[in-house]
């Protein structure tokens, strides 16, 4: 059968189902392990150790529930459940990032000097004063708030066209995200607009980075997005920052990186006008992350390195962990 979406297929008992769980299953449980043993040896410094644990528990037995239907009714539509459950779960494993890394000394003034450094100013900084026009701005803030639409359109994609390598890709995103999440815990970096807000702008401008050590420990403010304040996006971003924004997962730049896994995914489906199509978002995307002053541009650099690396390297390891699914 032609590949492509044929709505009596979702429900179709697959021949061979997997019987354990998805590749994407065990990384997750990895980095869960992880992060709860971070949680028992820091237990006495932790804010709320006992929901972090108890977090972690349910989702485990999300995760067991999921295996259990898809294990009732192997079928396209069960595993698309099983696996979207997982990756919707990512926004809750993000913030969760901070509780950890927050026990940390801050690196954000070895950053900025690397910064200043490497450019002899700070792009963050600059960056919107430069290119203040509200179209530009609003360039830049559709391209940054494309990250989750672009994600979503891959996986989506895959599921329908490529389903064979469905559970692959989707494997290659969720180990993605989960290595950035160990750099996040182990490297705690918060990034301009929150570092800026807490230095002042003014030191920041005459070169001055001090270490503010644990001082994120207890403050989350943070400046709001350079731009056109108007914009349709602006207000889009603005709006996820007061939702969920942490200060944490600065280095390296997630939103470049899993945006670059993604594009390197789409170019391997073979999809040319899907690839080109995206491109101009991702190119703003990437720049945005700097724009908004979420990122350093040392930040939206290791970003597209990391991202590459991560693609080639869970590409590789996916072929002895994932099997090709059957149509």
């Known amino acids: 059968m032609k590949a492509g979406f044929n709505i009596k297929d979702l429900f179709k008992i697959e021949a061979k189902p997997r019987r354990g769980l998805f590749a994407l299953e065990w990384v997750m449980l990895a980095y869960l392990v992880f992060t709860l043993l971070m949680v028992f040896f820091t237990y006495t410094k932790v804010v709320n150790p006992e929901a972090m644990i108890w977090g972690r528990v349910r989702i485990v037995v999300v995760t067991l529930a999921m295996w259990g239907v898809y294990r009732m009714v192997p079928c396209k539509l069960t595993k698309f459940a099983r696996i979207s459950v997982q990756m919707a779960l990512l926004s809750w494993w993000y913030p969760d ?82 290595a950035y999440y160990v750099i996040f815990v182990l490297v705690p970096v918060t990034g301009p607009t929150f570092y800026y807000k807490a230095v002042g702008i003014d030191q920041i401008t005459a070169g001055v980075f001090p270490n503010l050590h644990d001082y994120f420990n207890s403050h ?11 914009g349709i996006f602006y207000q889009l971003v603005e709006d996820a920052k007061a939702a969920g924004e942490r200060p944490t997962a600065a280095f390296p730049s997630s939103h470049v990186g899993i945006s670059t896994v993604i594009m390197f995914l789409v170019w391997h489906t073979k999809n040319r006008r899907l690839f080109y199509c995206m491109i101009p978002f991702y190119a703003f995307l990437c720049m945005a992350t700097v724009y908004i002053q979420a990122h350093y541009a040392v930040d939206a650099l290791a970003g597209f390195v990391s991202g590459a690396a991560f693609y080639f390297l869970f590409m590789l390891l996916s072929r002895g962990m994932v099997g090709k699914t059957r149509r």
């Open 220 to 230: 989350t403010d943070c400046l709001p997005s350079p731009g056109y304040t108007d």
């Open 97 to 178: 990032t901070y509780e950890l890394n927050r026990l940390l000394p801050n690196l954000d003034h070895v950053f900025a000097q690397m910064e200043q450094g490497l450019f002899g100013c700070q792009p963050a900084l600059y960056f919107a004063q430069i290119f203040s026009s509200p179209v530009i701005s609003e360039l830049m803030d559709m391209g940054y708030a494309s990250y989750y639409p672009m994600i979503v359109l891959a996986a989506v994609y895959y599921f329908i066209w490529k389903y064979n390598e469905y559970e692959r890709a989707a494997f290659v995103i969720m180990a993605s995200f989960f």
